[in-house]
């Protein structure tokens, strides 16, 4: 059975920093690509960061120089840290991993953000 748990979301004040993280059970996560994407109250769900391996990442406009994504393939994690917080990132985090080769998709429960002083 595939899981996906994140954690690490919180309530933070704006400009400050947190790290969220996910932990992959069930599955080799090198076989897998990985992602993390955010749902703001009232939007729709939006992709934050790619991570399809560990040496290449790609981000939305709107975190580039801000967040850093990563993975670890030999622990089965997947990592986001968030600098320079704002009220617009606001929203439930969430970890998603899709085959290389083939089908299969699973997204994680979802953590939660606020950015608010």
């Known amino acids: 059975q595939v899981e996906l748990v994140e954690s690490g979301g919180g309530l933070v004040q704006p400009g400050g920093s947190l790290r969220l993280s996910c932990a992959v059970e069930g599955i080799a996560l090198i076989n897998y690509h990985t992602a993390w994407y955010r749902q703001a109250p009232g939007r729709q769900r939006e992709m934050v960061a790619t991570?399809?391996?560990?040496?290449?990442?790609d981000y939305a406009d709107s975190v580039k120089g801000r967040f850093t994504a990563s993975r670890d393939n030999s622990k089965n994690m997947v990592f986001l840290q968030l600098n320079s917080l704002r009220p617009d990132d606001t929203g439930v985090y969430y970890c998603?991993?899709?085959?290389?080769?083939?089908?299969?998709?699973?997204w994680g429960q979802g953590t939660q953000v606020v950015v608010s002083s």
């Open positions: 998603y991993i899709s085959r290389v080769l083939g089908n299969g998709d699973y």
């Open positions: 991570i399809p391996n560990a040496e290449r990442t």
